[in-house]
T-cell receptor, first 114, second 111 residues
Framework: NAGVTQTPKFRILKIGQSMTLQCTQD?????MYWYRQDPGMGLKLIYY???????DKGEVPNGYNVSRSTTEDFPLRLELAAPSQTSVYFC?????????????FGSGTRLTVV | GQNIDQPTEMTATEGAIVQINCTYQ??????LFWYQQHAGEAPTFLSY??LDGLEEKGRFSSFLSRSKGYSYLLLKELQMKDSASYLC????????????WGAGTKLIIKP
């Protein structure tokens, strides 16, 4: 059982470039989330999804886009990368929004924009 | 605003006990989570409290006081592998998706 799989693990982008961070889960979870984690800061929610075809903005959505065409996949798109997007990105999923087990996280993508 | 406070860093000795505190101010309350995060890795779930009191799970215990907006994570018989960051997160009332996260407490275990 793979859980939540994120790719790539590391990436360096130049300012203005675009990329997609991939996230796939095999637990049939309806809820999926994208977070960014900056040094000394709590996790910040970028986007979330409550099921296939349904997405919504979190705390810090500017500069990002998502789609959810299937239950399994929840890719995060960065358009026109900026240095402020240098961060570690985590994808997570949960069985429901009220799950007592919280979230299952992917292993993260460390992104540097130069 | 919504805020969670944790100490930035703590140091403890192998075999000892350590208590990591978390205080929160959120728009209502509907559960508190503790996660462990080793350096360079993803957070992993440790515990969940929604009612006042102590929840014990092996060497780890978590306590909640809703009236005080306070929780702690107690780690007993510390092992070197417990060196990690410990994240406190609160689910506000009526939130379908949002968890408010603390910045985490980095725990350093010394021999």
């Amino acid at each position: 059982n793979a859980g939540v799989t994120q790719t790539p693990k590391f990436r360096i982008l130049k300012i203005g470039q675009s990329m997609t961070l991939q996230c796939t889960q095999d637990m049939n979870h309806n809820y999926m989330y994208w977070y960014r984690q900056d040094p000394g800061m709590g996790l910040k929610l970028i986007y979330y999804s409550v099921g296939a075809g349904i997405t919504d903005k979190g705390e810090v959505p500017n500069g990002y886009n998502v789609s959810r065409s299937t239950t399994e996949d929840f890719p995060l798109r960065l358009e026109l990368a900026a240095p402020s997007q240098t961060s570690v990105y985590f994808c997570a999923s949960s069985q429901s929004s009220r799950s007592n087990y919280g979230y299952t996280f992917g292993s993260g993508t460390r992104l540097t924009v130069v | 605003g919504q805020n969670i406070d944790q100490p930035t860093e703590m140091t403890a000795t192998e075999g000892a006990i350590v208590q990591i505190n978390c205080t929160y101010q959120t728009s209502g309350f509907n559960g508190l989570f503790w996660y462990q995060q080793h350096a360079g890795e993803a957070p992993t779930f440790l515990s969940y409290n929604v009612l006042d009191g102590l929840e014990e799970k092996g060497r780890f215990s978590s306590f909640l006081s809703r009236s005080k907006g306070y929780s702690y994570l107690l780690l007993k018989e510390l092992q070197m592998k417990d060196s990690a960051s410990y994240l406190c997160a609160v689910r506000p009332r009526d939130s379908n998706y949002q968890l408010i996260w603390g910045a985490g407490t980095k725990l350093i275990i010394k021999p």
